[in-house]
């Protein structure tokens, strides 16, 4: 009983403090830049209603949601296309590495050219910028897939789906989940990024509104919001991934024990 | 082998632009949103004759470099004494898995509010975002130090200093430079968007400025630059990497095996 109580202490304290420090630091503050944190909070809950959860925050998670699917998909289905065989990865490797290398944020503008400044530019700007890291590690994961596994399959006349989903994939996705992840922080990047640009809604937008009109304790709150929900989906991403590859954490703690 | 792998990347290369030449002139997408690759050539040439342009690949080199060396200072030395205090790395853990998925962009009103379009704004972007790839990494090293050849380092008299030195420091190294690869590339990601979103002078803010002129090939040929630019410090930064390694087996593993 003490033991979880005393993690639990270390895990809360030194946000205590840090929250206490920037209390006190910000009480007193007249620059209109820092607000006190108590101005701030209280401002929370009157910009953060039911409402702007809906019209701004939902439509930002839903555009996010949207372009990250697609990425993944498309990543795991080209990569393992690439990954699986020789030649083709070869020919293609010069040119996905100098499409990752292109940094996100600057697809806004041109593929604002094609697709306007709709839902639609915002969801293909996510997933034209989170593809690329699902992509490369799953040409990494499938590369790296035993290739005495590869042989055995063959001799027990593993096909097919089968042998897609029950070796390539599986051995992978240890990879797989890695890309994943970064691609998680890049889509909330250029979700912002694109919101900032031309939206009529979206976190991004607010946060952009608040900072052009003054309202800097809007825009703190708003700072916060982003600051959870980058949290959140963290959090949620960490789930997934001990669940899915929870055989995978097993093996690696069990060869640790052995060795 | 190794040659027959780069005719091949080669030809991929080739087709690519050979797409990117025929797709606009056969009418499959309009020329005036997808300019063949010959206009984005040449649009390049142009730009790189301007004095303008190399000024602007300055200011982003200088907000990239300067930022990048912050975050790797800071990350390494913070990660360095988190870890090797044990009652520090109970208190931090937390507060670093709260702050780290913070998204930098989230930062961009503050700093322009702050900084307006100077050279801090892009740095607090930067360095908040390349910090925390150093430090996580820094902890997963220190974390991972054999603790025989710690005891062993002890049993000889080795003092605190110079079990860092040559203890600590070579199994957390590979994982170091991990983490300084990593942030090298979000560091120009950040360096670039802050220029794109803020206005801060660099290749991004003529970025912004080609997309309001619709300049549109001057636009291809800045992302192609910006494109190039991660490529180098991709590159740059494994090779770095790999001689700060040589000793290490991961590297040496490559040739002796």
């Known amino acids: 009983m003490r033991r979880p109580l005393l993690r639990l202490a270390f895990a809360v304290a030194l946000p205590v403090v840090l929250v206490a420090v920037w209390w006190a630091a910000s009480e007193g503050s007249s620059d209109p830049f820092w607000p006190p944190l108590r101005t701030i909070l209280k401002t929370f809950p009157d910009v ?176 916060l919001v982003l600051g959870l929900l980058g949290f959140l989906l963290s959090v949620l991403f960490q789930l997934v991934e001990r669940r899915v590859l929870a055989w995978y954490h097993g093996l690696r703690a069990a060869t640790r024990r052995s060795s | 082998m190794r040659g027959v792998n780069a005719a091949l990347g080669a030809a991929g290369l080739a087709a690519f632009l050979a797409l990117g030449e ?128 710690e005891e062993t380092a002890r049993s000889y008299g080795l003092g605190t200093w110079a079990r860092v030195r040559h203890v600590l420091w070579p199994t957390a190294l590979p994982y170091v430079m991990t983490g300084v690869r990593l942030a090298a590339a979000v560091a120009l990601i950040l360096a670039i968007t802050a220029e794109l979103a803020i206005g801060a002078p660099g290749l991004g803010q003529r970025i912004a400025v080609a997309q309001a002129s619709q300049a549109v090939p001057e636009l291809y040929a800045l992302i192609v630059v910006a494109g190039l630019l991660g490529l180098v410090v991709n590159v740059g930064a494994r090779t770095v990497e790999r001689r700060a390694l040589a000793w290490h087996q991961s590297v040496r593993g490559e040739v002796a095996v």
């Open chain 1, 48 to 223: 953060w209603t039911a409402d702007r959860l809906r019209a701004d925050v939902l439509p930002s998670v839903l555009r996010l949601a949207a372009g990250y699917a697609i990425a993944a998909v498309v990543g795991v289905a080209l990569g393992t296309f690439v990954g699986s065989y020789r030649r083709v990865r070869a020919v293609c490797e010069p040119v996905l590495e100098f499409l990752r290398a292109i940094p996100p944020p600057v697809l806004v503008p041109v593929i604002m050219l094609f697709a306007g400044i709709g839902d639609m530019m915002k969801i293909v700007v996510i997933a034209s910028g989170c593809v690329w890291p699902v992509l490369l590690n799953t040409v990494e994961g499938v590369r790296a897939v035993d290739p005495v596994m590869l042989e055995t399959a063959r001799s027990y006349g593993i096909t097919g789906v089968g042998r897609l989903r029950d070796l390539v994939l599986r051995s992978a996705s240890p990879q797989i989940f890695a890309g994943l992840r970064q691609a998680l922080s890049i889509g909330i990047i250029l979700m912002v990024i694109s919101e900032m640009f031309a939206a009529s809604d979206g976190i991004g937008f607010t946060i952009v509104q608040f900072q052009r009109g003054f309202a800097v304790p809007d825009m703190w709150t708003g700072i």
């Open chain 2, 22 to 149: 025929a797709v606009p002139r056969l009418s499959l997408v309009k020329e005036a949103y997808f300019p063949p690759s010959s206009r984005v050539a040449s649009a390049l040439a142009h730009e790189v004759s301007d004095g303008a342009f190399w000024s602007a690949l300055g200011d982003t080199l200088v907000g990239w470099a300067i930022g990048l060396a912050i975050a790797v200072g800071a990350g390494v030395a913070a990660g360095v004494l988190i870890a090797i205090v044990p009652f520090l790395r109970e208190t931090t853990a937390s507060t670093i898995e709260f702050l780290r998925p913070i998204p930098s962009v989230a930062l961009i009103p503050l700093a322009v509010l702050l900084y307006g379009t100077q050279l801090r704004s892009v740095l607090l972007l930067v360095v908040y975002a390349s910090f925390w790839q150093v430090l996580i990494q820094t902890l997963y090293g220190v974390q991972d130090v054999d603790p025989v050849a």
